[in-house]
């Protein structure tokens, strides 16, 4: 194998594994996504502020935000209006993509109670059962099934319109939830927050960009109080509520000698049975018959988080790894469902023997192999898939094959119970340690990678210089497979953590950044938000809790930072969301915010600058709670050290 | 002497111009037809990314006079419309030598199938000013589409004079006599300067 330098690409990512990777693609002339933004800069300002309006066929519009050119659309819209209604919409796509995963594990949840399906079956009972109770339904002396069946159809009723609030609403802390009455932005049903979105941003519906934003929300509190919450709640009761497990992480985990399947995407339901197929021993007979030595599975994405969290599959990478690792040349079969797989793959593939296989009907790639998904004969269908892979083997060119560094160890699982567990089944050691400021607060490092960051570097300077501050990390999606390859996941990463939050995580055996979930999961973040609100007798906005998106990207980051920001939780954006045509929207959303729900966004690439903003933060609301506060500089001073990946 | 200004603080980069030209320059100038056509129409003036993402420079012919093209053209395919003061290629003569490229000082050609003009041939493409359009009263295409006031179009020395004058009020402001800021150019300033750290933060990635 041809040796594999990496002294290149560095502005594109930090991870040692994505620079030699990078390094093929440019020898082998393999175009990548950070060849397509090259391509489209200059981007339209326009777009990139958030004043073009398409929505209406008077248009398109838009705002000339230097004030001279048009300052109204056809309509009469304003950059108010036009950018918080692009927001908005935003928000709704977001929102829905969350909550449409969360329906289709609900759908097959439903049918699994019934026993209409193969390959599934009530895998947590307790769960269930504790669910159940907390959702009103009679538990006692009742077989599972039934029980399942009055829980699907509670959380069905969350999708409609019969009801006032969405069925976990009821988990927020008791003056959240009178706050959003106030407001009048309790989600009352998922579908119907995201369907009055598009009728409000419909021409001539809501002209007012601070009920407009409102509304949004709204919308997103129906995914992360809703749809998402739903998505995490019923995968740990079919697949298992996460607990701690130790796994590897990078594109080493790729093995050179046997059949390499890489499941990508964000639904567990199909990638669950796979792990079941690719155990069988006569498929097992047949990679060998084929020449391979097993079959290996590994994750991207977030259908790999959901399957590292819960089986401990080795994860290859996030988001901007998507199509380097078909450039090892290793990859037999790339199985997809839906969210953030890029049309490109089939591109990439394309230039290899990896096949790439669709299996969502609603998401469907030219050039892949489209295997529908069936929860009715779901074994069956995963063995169809790791078959194809098996037969792909033989096409495999050993010549071609570039596998990067050794992969390195990561530790997942932190489900809410899991970590309620490791502190003993009661949130109060934690509370103990941040009231005596050995833990100083909390922040959720959270969402996607984008190519306007080199890869990985904001998820993995942030969460260093928090955690060197003695504040514990959240992470989730591709925050979290990033930090797991620089290495700071393992408990022995706690060196890596200030002098408290060292002793606190050595004292429990835990890394100080706690893997919690792929991004449906951010919902395990709100549920432990709320869990130490309710356990102080105050709200989450209160608490010193933060949020950040370091790099993120997609539509459903904006509905998910809507969420956190609605539920109390201030957040610090990397790249810059296409709001900043409207000074009202903007002092709204960075400002005025905060009288409204207690919580704002910023916007800050540099994470340098960012940990000092969320320090700041954490010790503002130490200090509010009437708990030892520090003074933190408001500037960078002299050059901090690089975190190495 | 009317021509075309750039302002290019107030560039987008929304690429409308590129658009705009292409049209004009199509068979049928009509933008729902336009890309239907073979060969198809090609853009003169070329917005290109400046050091950060959010800075840009719509580039075009600057109809220098003298033309270093014109100067250099062994068929003498260039010439200079004295009236409107644009240079002109004659596609008829053009053969592509593409010596006007090496010496144009803002490197403003391409290379393209021509649209019309007898047979088909490869022939340098350059903006010809709009000069139908300025014939019949109207603006270039290209500062018809921009509607930031990045492209305008008038008497050169009025145009200078104008962009004089805001200098002055910048000075002037500097020195705390008067405050200037359109309305609207902070939210501009703050969206390149965001855009700007982004950029920064992909470097300082790199610099490790």
Redesign the interface.
């Known amino acids: 194998m041809k040796s594999l330098q990496s002294d290149d690409f560095r502005d594109r990512s930090i991870q040692a594994d994505a620079q030699q990777m990078l390094r093929v693609a440019r020898d082998a002339g393999i175009e990548t996504v950070w060849d397509r933004l090259a391509a489209q800069l200059p981007q339209c300002g326009y777009c990139a502020m958030g004043v073009s309006c398409r929505n209406c066929a008077m248009g398109p519009c838009r705002v000339d935000p230097f004030g001279e050119g048009p300052q109204k659309g056809v309509c009469g819209a304003d950059a108010d209006v036009i950018v918080a209604r692009n927001l908005g919409r935003s928000i709704a796509a977001g929102a829905s993509a969350h909550s449409d995963h969360g329906r289709d594990i609900l759908e097959v949840f439903a049918e699994t109670a019934r026993g209409q399906t193969s390959g599934y079956r009530i895998a947590d009972e307790a769960k269930l059962r504790r669910l159940a109770a907390e959702l009103g339904i009679a538990v006692d002396d009742r077989p599972t099934e039934e029980v399942a069946r009055d829980v699907a159809d509670e959380l069905l009723e969350s999708f409609g319109t019969r009801r006032d609030e969405v069925s976990f609403v009821a988990r927020a802390p008791e003056p959240r939830r009178q706050l959003w009455k106030r407001l009048s932005i309790t989600p009352r049903g998922i579908d119907r927050e995201n369907v009055e979105m598009l009728h409000r941003t419909h021409m001539g519906v809501d002209n007012d960009y601070a009920n407009i934003l409102l509304h949004g929300l709204r919308t997103s509190l129906s995914d992360g109080w809703g749809g998402s919450m739903i998505a995490t709640e019923l995968s740990d009761i079919l697949f298992g509520t996460p607990t701690p497990v130790t796994s590897q992480v990078n594109l080493g985990v790729l093995k050179g000698d046997q059949v390499n399947i890489a499941l990508h995407g964000h639904n567990p339901l199909l990638s669950d049975v796979i792990v079941e197929a690719a155990r069988d021993p006569e498929l097992m007979a047949l990679a060998r018959a084929k020449g391979a030595a097993g079959i290996n599975l590994v994750g991207l994405c977030c259908t790999g988080n959901e399957l590292l969290m819960r089986k401990g599959v080795p994860m290859a990478g996030n988001h901007l790894m998507q199509e380097l690792i078909i450039m090892t040349g290793a990859l037999e079969a790339m199985v997809v469902d839906y969210q953030c797989i890029m049309p490109s793959v089939t591109d990439v593939a394309k230039c290899y023997h990896t096949r790439v296989i669709s299996t969502a009907d609603k998401a469907k790639f030219p050039g892949a192999t489209h295997i529908p998904f069936d929860p009715h004969h779901g074994l069956e269908i995963g063995k169809q898939i790791v078959r194809q892979a098996i037969e792909a083997f033989p096409n495999r060119n050993p010549e071609r094959v570039r596998i990067p560094d050794a992969p390195v160890s990561m530790m997942a699982g932190f489900s809410v119970e899991a970590i309620l567990a490791a502190l003993g089944g009661t949130p109060e050691p934690l509370v103990a340690a941040i009231r005596d400021g050995s833990v100083r607060g909390a922040v959720g490092v959270v969402g996607c990678n984008n190519p306007k960051i080199a890869q990985d570097y904001g998820h993995v300077t942030l969460t260093r210089r928090l955690i060197e501050n003695d504040i514990l990390v959240l992470v989730t999606g591709c925050a979290a497979v990033a930090n797991g390859k620089a290495g700071q996941m393992m408990p022995e990463a706690a060196e890596m953590a200030g002098p408290g939050l060292r002793a606190v995580c050595q004292a429990l055996g835990i890394p100080p950044v706690l893997h919690m979930g792929s991004c449906v999961d951010n919902t395990r973040i709100l549920v432990l938000a709320a869990a130490l609100a309710t356990h102080l007798g105050v709200d989450i906005q209160q608490l010193p809790l933060a949020g950040a998106a370091p790099e993120w990207y997609s539509e459903k980051a904006v509905a998910i930072g809507a969420y956190v920001v609605a539920s109390g939780i201030t957040t610090v954006l990397g790249v810059q969301p296409p709001i900043f045509g409207s000074r009202n929207v903007v002092n709204l959303l960075a400002d005025g915010l905060d009288g409204v729900v207690g919580a704002r966004f910023a916007v800050e690439p540099d994470p340098e600058k960012a940990a000092l903003l969320i320090r700041r933060h954490i010790e503002t609301k130490r200090r509010a709670l009437g708990l030892p506060f520090l003074e933190v500089p408001s500037t960078v001073t002299g050059t901090p050290a690089p975190v190495t990946a | 002497m009317e021509t075309v200004f750039v302002d290019a603080e ?6 409308q111009c590129e658009y705009a030209c292409a049209v004009e320059h199509s068979r049928s100038r009509d933008p729902a037809w336009a890309f239907m056509e073979d060969p198809p129409p090609r853009k003169r003036i070329h ?4 050091p950060t ?4 420079f719509p580039n075009r012919c600057r109809h220098c006079d003298p033309a270093p093209c014109q100067l250099v053209c062994p068929t003498a395919a260039i010439a200079r419309d004295q009236r409107h003061d644009v240079v002109l290629i004659d596609e008829v003569r053009c053969i592509a030598c593409a010596m006007c490229a090496i010496v144009c000082p803002f490197d403003a050609l391409t290379y393209h199938l021509a649209v019309d003009g007898g047979r088909p041939h490869t022939v340098a493409l350059k903006c010809d000013g709009c000069i139908d359009r300025v014939r019949a009263g109207r603006v270039p295409a290209c500062v018809e589409s921009c ?3 990045a492209l305008v179009y008038g008497e050169l020395n009025d145009l200078v004079r104008q962009g004089r004058r805001r200098e002055t009020l910048t000075v002037l402001s500097a020195a705390a006599v008067r405050p200037t800021a ?7 300033d ?2 390149r300067s ?2 700007a ?12």
């Not at chain 2, 917005?47 to 400046?50: C, H, Q």
């Not at chain 2, 359109?182 to 501009?188: L, N, Y």
């Open positions: 107030r560039c987008i980069g929304c690429l917005v290109e990314v400046g993402p959010a800075s840009s509607k930031v006031g359109t309305p609207g150019i902070g939210t501009v703050n969206w965001l855009s750290a982004a950029a920064e933060v992909g470097r300082a990635g790199g610099a490790r």
